[in-house]
Each structure stands twice: as structure tokens, then as C-alpha cells.
């Protein structure tokens, strides 16, 4: 990862079931998701509007820079 800091997780679960983490990243002039062991993450709804927030979170501190 690059100098920047920001970053957010979103819960999610497996493909088993059991609890992880999906992460965003901010890295110069990308966003990086990094998903789970498995590379499959089950989100619920509620899950998927955190995921979609997080990620317009990295666009906005990114037109920051």
C-alpha cells in the first residue's frame, strides 16, 4: 500500500459461513478491494450498502487529495 491511511472493512462471511472482512482501500489513484481467504464474500443487504458506502468513501477521500 501506498502512503495513504485510509481505509474501511465491511462484515461479511464465507463461503462456509463464518465471519470476515471485505477491505477498502485507498492507494494513490485506486481503490483496492482485498476480500476474504476463499476470494467469496456473502453480504447480506444491510451488508452491501456498507460495501457500497465504504467504497464512495475512498472516491471522496481520494478528490481530496
Known sequence: MSRNSWSQSV????VGGRD???MVHLDNREIVL???PGEIAR???D???LLR????D???AHEQE
Open 47 to 49: 451488508e452491501s450498502m
Open 34 to 36: 482485498v476480500s476474504p
Open 58 to 60: 475512498a472516491e471522496r
Open 11 to 14: 462484515s461479511c462471511r464465507d
Open 43 to 45: 453480504l447480506s443487504i
Open 53 to 56: 458506502a465504504a467504497l464512495t
Open 20 to 22: 470476515r472482512q471485505v
